[in-house]
């Protein structure tokens, strides 16, 4: 099983400001997602994480609130820009294998927006 | 998109007791996960079970795909089992993009 690092593991940010998460697995994985999940909420789907291209956002999401990087196939980012208290979220990147589909997550980015 | 409902929303336990856990869903996958999440919010992967019966321990799983539910049994529970018990699937034919339950909110009294 993949084994997926997160930084920063919380942190709390003033509303207007931008903050990059970081992703790092420790080996080469195809799919690479990115989830919010708001408090006492499921997990929303943000975006794939897509190596060498744009990312592909779900419904309600947009690039330009959540510019995603994916250089190659074992590091990711996601930014939350010009934040607001409503970003306010735990942020998780998660990688699924493909043979099987197994998903496994990281441990999470816990924002705080004030 | 499919559907997942997980029941019951909120449980609670005295140490001990056991449960079953359920998850339905809508349209036929190709991949099913349970997911423990811990009061730190870590997501733990229980059982990856798109069909068939597996055990670990106090937990088990049964996925009956033809008639789309799983079950997820926790015997004589224990504190530490508190959290949030999610399942994702992946419908059959479909992108490989995960839909989470709203998962069941579990409390296990000492």
């Known amino acids: 099983s993949a084994v997926i690092s997160q930084k920063p593991s919380r942190d709390i940010c003033q509303r207007g400001t931008s903050l990059t998460i970081q992703c790092q697995v420790d080996?080469?994985?195809?799919?690479m997602f990115w989830y919010r999940q708001q408090p006492g909420q499921s997990l929303t789907l943000i975006a794939t994480a897509n190596q060498g291209s744009e990312a592909t956002y779900e419904s309600g999401f947009v690039i330009d609130k959540f510019p995603i990087s994916r250089p190659n196939l074992t590091f990711s980012t996601l930014t939350v820009s010009n934040m607001s208290p409503e970003d306010s979220s735990i942020y998780l990147c998660s990688v699924e294998d493909l043979s099987p589909n197994e998903q496994f997550f990281g441990p999470g980015t816990r924002l705080t927006v004030l | 998109g499919i559907q997942v409902e997980q029941s019951p929303p909120d449980l609670i336990l005295q140490e001990g007791a056991n449960s079953t856990l359920r998850c339905n869903f809508s349209d036929s996958v190709n991949n099913l996960q349970w997911f423990h999440q811990n009061p730190w919010g870590q997501l733990i992967n229980l059982f990856y079970?798109?069909?068939g019966t597996k055990q670990n321990g106090r937990l088990s799983a049964t996925t009956v795909a033809t008639e789309r539910y799983s079950l997820l049994y926790i015997s004589s529970s224990q504190t530490t089992d508190s959290g949030v018990y999610f399942c994702?699937?992946?419908?059959?034919?479909?992108?490989?993009?995960?839909?989470f339950g709203r998962g069941t909110s579990l409390i296990v009294h000492p």
């Open positions: 994702a699937v992946e419908r059959a034919g479909g992108s490989y993009i995960p839909t």
């Open positions: 080996s080469q994985v195809t799919m």
């Open positions: 079970i798109p069909s």
